[in-house]
């Protein structure tokens, strides 16, 4: 009996694809769009917003100038009674008032006052807003109700007549008068923090906080209020001309900036008793005064338009 044996040969075949087989890549990496975030997005939009630019550039030219003009320029108490009052000329660019005095150099001078007053009083606005309206919306209940009443009586009285008793009470002093307009400006940024706590507070990463032991003070201030300074940022930018027309105001009544000092509040008040005669007194000031508080607007309706989380990605 014959076997006959049979060898087939198997071809091998490569599992590694040639380079000519290979697919080209659907994407490359050049292609793929890295993320934002909110705050990257949200300057993207401020630059496309021209009067929210122009307001910018604006409040930062007048910051200089009213930061370090004063050292280039004469004092503003130098007075040459000689002089008087002259209009604008080469040697005096805005003229001068009644007592000879440059008003170029009082309106930067003056400038510094009036910025200083808004920037501290705003502060002290922000700092006791912020805190009181955060405790009252996380807590909520009766400590709400009762610390909302609060807010409710101080809004009957007339913040001005407010302001105007703290200064009798307390006395005339430059820095008394910062605290005492921002200890009335606190009550509208009490109630929009307290509505914005009160939206999140429910939210999935603060029962995560509350479920991870955390304490009720580092959830206000480390983890709720953090997440709220969009709405926080835009109304400080709306309280600061807020808080400057109160002092030119009350600097209009004689309770303001005292003389030798001087503010544009108090330029704006001379001006208006000589503006007859003598109407670059009140004009400039006016102007430059009206500018800074067009700017301030143009900043905060440009940054809440921003920082608004529905508008759509450009």
Same mark, same amino acid.
């Given at each position: 009996?014959?076997?006959?044996?049979?060898?087939?040969?198997?071809?091998?075949?490569?599992?590694?694809?040639?380079?000519?087989?290979?697919?080209?890549?659907?994407?490359?990496?050049?292609?793929?769009?890295?993320?934002?975030?909110?705050?990257?997005?949200?300057?993207?939009?401020?630059?496309?917003?021209?009067?929210?630019?122009?307001?910018?550039?604006?409040?930062?030219?007048?910051?200089?100038?009213?930061?370090?003009?004063?050292?280039?320029?004469?004092?503003?108490?130098?007075?040459?009674?000689?002089?008087?009052?002259?209009?604008?000329?080469?040697?005096?660019?805005?003229?001068?008032?009644?007592?000879?005095?440059?008003?170029?150099?009082?309106?930067?001078?003056?400038?510094?006052?009036?910025?200083?007053?808004?920037?501290?009083?705003?502060?002290?606005?922000?700092?006791?807003?912020?805190?009181?309206?955060?405790?009252?919306?996380?807590?909520?209940?009766?400590?709400?109700?009762?610390?909302?009443?609060?807010?409710?009586?101080?809004?009957?009285?007339?913040?001005? =007549? @407010?302001?105007?008793?703290?200064?009798?009470?307390? *006395?005339?002093? &430059?820095?008394?008068?910062?605290?005492? %307009?921002? $200890? !009335?400006?606190?009550?509208?940024?009490?109630?929009?923090?307290?509505?914005?706590?009160?939206?999140?507070?429910?939210?999935?990463?603060?029962?995560?906080?509350?479920?991870?032991?955390?304490?009720?003070?580092?959830? =206000? @201030?480390?983890?709720?209020?953090?997440?709220?300074? *969009?709405?926080? &940022?835009?109304?400080?930018?709306?309280? %600061?001309? $807020? !808080?400057?027309?109160?002092?030119?105001?009350?600097?209009?009544?004689?309770?303001?900036?005292?003389?030798?000092?001087?503010?544009?509040?108090?330029?704006?008040?001379?001006?208006?008793?000589?503006?007859?005669?003598?109407?670059?007194?009140?004009?400039?000031?006016?102007?430059?005064?009206?500018?800074?508080?067009?700017?301030?607007?143009?900043?905060?309706?440009?940054?809440?338009?921003?920082?608004?989380?529905?508008?759509?990605?450009?």
């Amino acid at each position: 009996m014959c076997f006959v044996s049979f060898v087939v040969k198997i071809p091998m075949v490569s599992l590694s694809p040639s380079p000519d087989r290979i697919p080209p890549a659907v994407v490359t990496p050049e292609q793929i769009e890295t993320g934002h975030s909110l705050w990257h997005d949200a300057w993207s939009r401020l630059r496309k917003n021209k009067l929210a630019v122009f307001g910018g550039v604006t409040l930062i030219v007048l910051g200089l100038l009213c930061g370090i003009g004063p050292f280039f320029t004469q004092s503003y108490q130098t007075q040459n009674l000689d002089l008087g009052a002259t209009p604008p000329s080469a040697a005096h660019w805005l003229g001068t008032d009644t007592l000879g005095r440059d008003l170029f150099s009082r309106i930067l001078f003056g400038g510094r006052i009036s910025i200083l007053v808004g920037l501290v009083a705003t502060f002290v606005a922000l700092a006791i807003g912020v805190t009181y309206g955060a405790v009252s919306g996380f807590f909520g209940g009766k400590l709400d109700a009762f610390m909302m009443r609060i807010v409710d009586i101080m809004y009957a009285l007339p913040f001005t =007549i @407010f302001v105007i008793l703290l200064m009798v009470f307390f *006395g005339r002093n &430059i820095f008394l008068l910062f605290f005492a %307009i921002g $200890a !009335v400006e606190w009550l509208t940024m009490a109630r929009i923090v307290r509505g914005q706590i009160m939206t999140i507070k429910k939210m999935e990463y603060i029962e995560a906080a509350r479920a991870l032991g955390l304490g009720k003070r580092r959830i =206000i @201030f480390r983890h709720m209020i953090p997440n709220i300074l *969009g709405p926080i &940022i835009v109304y400080t930018t709306l309280t %600061i001309p $807020a !808080v400057m027309l109160l002092e030119a105001f009350l600097s209009f009544l004689g309770l303001g900036v005292q003389p030798p000092m001087s503010s544009w509040g108090v330029l704006i008040k001379d001006g208006a008793e000589k503006m007859e005669e003598f109407w670059w007194l009140l004009v400039f000031p006016g102007g430059v005064f009206s500018l800074t508080l067009f700017s301030l607007n143009f900043l905060g309706d440009g940054l809440r338009d921003a920082l608004d989380v529905r508008s759509s990605k450009d």
